[in-house]
């Protein structure tokens, strides 16, 4: 600290103030960062009725924020925003600045972990193949060993803890540089990992060049927040005025969880925005993809496949439309087998006559069994009889196969 203090005569900017930028960056960032966390969790839970624990892990990502931001707002109170030699900043409140600025720190870095996990378990679910889920494993231990390191050493920074705002309090404590630079550098680069992980996969994605563009795009735009936690490196080293100086670098750290979680979110809200403009919906576009799921069987509740959109084919069946970034590629290790079949859609059985012959054949002994079959870009023959269009969907077929059964029903 200065052992001279600037008077308003020797320095006319001993009154400057950044709480009002401060508070501005914060609202407004973690205003965005909420409204997206908030269409995510209604478009997951309440239109397509997926939610799962990349939906969690979003959430408490979005907790953690919040508080890392309320704890910099909050800090304004102790002199954040204003030079420490302000005759507005109580030097008794100082224990409490550094009190709260280490909380921040620590849910900071809670949430920048929250975040990282967010991105990988999205990954497990919509890009879930056997080879992608081995390479996402792997990006994930590593991830996670990292974000968990750094979470508790940023906690036990000091020995006591409370060393930290009581410096007079006799412990030990790791020097802020180059621990600060270690921890972004690292940050930098498990975010760079999590960004590249699934862009191979995205681009052998079997879609129209605009729409993988389209996609790649919105995957890519986490690359942001690596540029912002490079910003914000140039802004970790601070002088004895840390009450100003550490404005640059917490309104960049609030920037920079804001921008994680968006990005995290922005992947599952288009079911919503087609739902706001149905121009964007895959089956009302000329050249939009979209898988149709088709089940020709007898179906529970509404008749509706849950979390997709919907109708009655002329057949009976039931017709989903599942956007392309909610499919999730199936493994080889789902108990309900699921075999691709490029043949010619056979012709069907009414649903009526089909379990009616099924009920008859249990009566003679013989199990019902069910099967499941797909056809990815089935081809339909056309009106004239001519060659067969591929219709561009993926048709799931359940039918009853009777095998001999070893006991008789009674």
Not at 28 to 48: E, F, H, K, P, W
Not at 125 to 146: D, K, Y
Request: hydrophobic share 40%; with cysteine.
């Amino acid at each position: 600290m200065s052992t001279t203090t600037p008077t308003p005569e020797s320095d006319p900017a001993v009154f400057e103030s950044q709480a009002g930028t401060v508070l501005a960056v914060v609202i407004t960032t973690l205003a965005i960062a909420t409204i997206s966390v908030g269409l995510r969790t209604y478009s997951r839970a309440v239109m397509i009725r997926q939610f799962g624990m990349d939906d969690w892990a979003a959430i408490a990502a979005m907790i953690f924020a919040i508080g890392s931001g309320t704890m910099v707002a909050t800090n304004t109170i102790y002199g954040h925003g204003r030079h420490i030699y302000s005759p507005t900043v109580d030097p008794t409140q100082l224990d409490k600045y550094f009190r709260t600025f280490y909380i921040s720190i620590v849910l900071y870095n809670a949430s920048l972990t929250a975040t990282k996990i967010t991105f990988l378990l999205q990954y497990w679910r919509i890009l879930g193949t056997p080879q992608m889920r081995r390479v996402i494993m792997i990006a994930g231990v590593f991830v996670a060993l990292w974000a968990i390191s750094q979470l508790l050493v940023t906690i036990f920074n000091c020995s006591p803890i409370e060393k930290f705002w009581h410096p007079q309090v006799p412990g030990t404590c790791i020097p802020n540089l180059p621990f600060w630079y270690i921890n972004a550098a690292g940050n930098i680069v498990t975010d760079v990992t999590i960004f590249v992980v699934p862009l191979p996969a995205l681009a052998r994605l079997n879609l129209r060049r605009n729409q993988k563009i389209a996609l790649l795009g919105v995957f890519c735009l986490g690359f942001f927040t690596c540029a912002i936690s490079v910003i914000r490196i140039q802004y970790l080293k601070l002088s004895d005025d840390v009450t100003w100086d550490n404005v640059a670098s917490s309104c960049w750290s609030v920037g920079e969880l804001a921008c994680g979680i968006t990005c995290a979110c922005l992947p599952t809200i288009r079911p919503l925005l087609a739902k706001v403009f149905p121009s964007m919906q895959s089956q009302g576009s000329s050249d939009g993809k979209y898988y149709q799921h088709e089940s020709s069987g007898r179906r529970g509740g509404s008749g509706a496949h849950k979390g997709h959109k919907s109708g009655t084919n002329d057949t009976g069946s039931t017709r989903s439309i599942i956007y392309p970034e909610d499919l999730e590629l199936q493994s080889d290790d789902r108990s309900d087998k699921e075999v691709a079949v490029p043949a010619m859609q056979p012709p069907r059985v009414p649903a009526h006559d089909k379990y009616g012959k099924a009920m008859d054949r249990i009566k003679l002994g013989l199990k019902p069994t069910v099967t499941t079959e797909i056809q990815v870009g089935s081809p339909v023959s056309s009106s004239s009889g001519d060659r067969p269009r591929d219709n561009g969907t993926i048709e799931v077929k359940r039918d009853f196969i009777m095998t001999k059964s070893k006991y008789r029903s009674r």
